[in-house]
């Protein structure tokens, strides 16, 4: 579903409940799971949302995390999945909250780059 917000597309991601259970049945989810969780990129379960408030940025990552792709990519593709599913991202950022987000989101990049060598270790 799509769906505008003062000028901003974003998607909203709903997931069955049989897609969630595949996912949450997934090992790769549930690891990504609480470093995304651990993350909470908009402080939202610092504020007492549900534990599954990121559930569908965690499934996002996932996808991106099996294509392989680079941290710079990662990095990019995670911006454009915040906007356009939770309203908020660069765009809308002055220049100073966008080089904390932007530090933000490289950070959580390199630790999923350190958890991906993890894994790769234990094949």
Request: net charge negative; charged share 30%.
């Amino acid at each position: 579903m799509k769906a505008q917000k003062q000028g901003v597309l974003f998607i909203i991601i709903h997931l069955s409940e049989k897609d969630k259970h595949r996912w949450k049945q997934s090992g790769l989810f549930r690891r990504l799971k609480a470093i995304v969780d651990d993350w909470d990129p908009l402080g939202l379960l610092a504020l007492g949302a549900p534990n599954d408030e990121y559930d569908c940025l965690t499934v996002h990552i996932v996808e991106l995390y099996e294509r392989q792709l680079d941290m710079p990519e990662m990095a990019e593709r995670l911006e454009q999945c915040m906007e356009e599913h939770f309203g908020i991202g660069p765009s809308i950022m002055g220049p100073e909250r966008l080089q904390l987000w932007r530090e933000g989101t490289a950070s959580f990049c390199k630790r999923l780059e350190w958890e991906r060598e993890m894994l790769a270790e234990n094949q």
